[in-house]
């Protein structure tokens, strides 16, 4: 059998692939304000005043280039709160106040993959993919 003589050829689109990375960096950023908005919705931040579901919590977003978002409660009492599900809980404007708030949207959670579902939708938007 005579050898075959393949040749091929490879131009890669930088302007292409740069867009399709920021839409990444835009995807993730839209996807960390996406869950804390879920997470407010659900109403299970403890709620007395409202600044630790409010002004207190945050989108961290300044290393979204690098793949990673943060939502912070900057309250020095989140933390307590949040560690001792124990405390009886106010829910007259909460109504599923209670601590580790997070637990649903955590690996093992009713709500685990929406994190990962929301970020796929937005990059395909976002992309037009």
């Known amino acids: 059998m005579a050898p075959i003589d393949v040749?091929?050829?490879?131009?890669?689109?930088i302007p292409k692939i740069n867009n399709l990375t920021a839409s990444a960096v835009k995807?993730?950023?839209m996807t960390g304000a996406a869950l804390l908005s879920e997470?407010?919705?659900?109403?299970?931040f403890p709620f007395k005043?409202?600044?630790?579901q409010n002004e207190s919590t945050?989108?961290?977003?300044?290393?979204?280039?690098?793949?990673?978002?943060?939502?912070?409660?900057?309250?020095?009492?989140?933390?307590?709160?949040?560690?001792?599900?124990?405390?009886?809980?106010?829910?007259?404007?909460?109504?599923n106040?209670?601590?580790k708030w997070y637990e649903p949207w955590l690996p093992g959670g009713q709500q685990?993959?929406?994190?990962?579902?929301?970020?796929?939708a937005i990059y395909k938007k976002e992309t037009g993919l």
């Open 7 to 13: 040749r091929s050829t490879v131009k890669i689109n």
């Open 97 to 99: 106040a209670r601590g």
């Open 39 to 44: 997470v407010k919705n659900a109403e299970v």
């Open 49 to 52: 005043t409202g600044n630790l």
């Open 112 to 120: 685990e993959d929406f994190a990962q579902k929301a970020f796929a």
């Open 58 to 95: 945050f989108v961290d977003d300044s290393h979204a280039a690098q793949g990673r978002i943060e939502i912070i409660s900057s309250t020095p009492y989140a933390r307590r709160l949040y560690y001792h599900p124990e405390y009886n809980f106010n829910h007259r404007f909460n109504a």
């Open 27 to 29: 995807a993730l950023e």
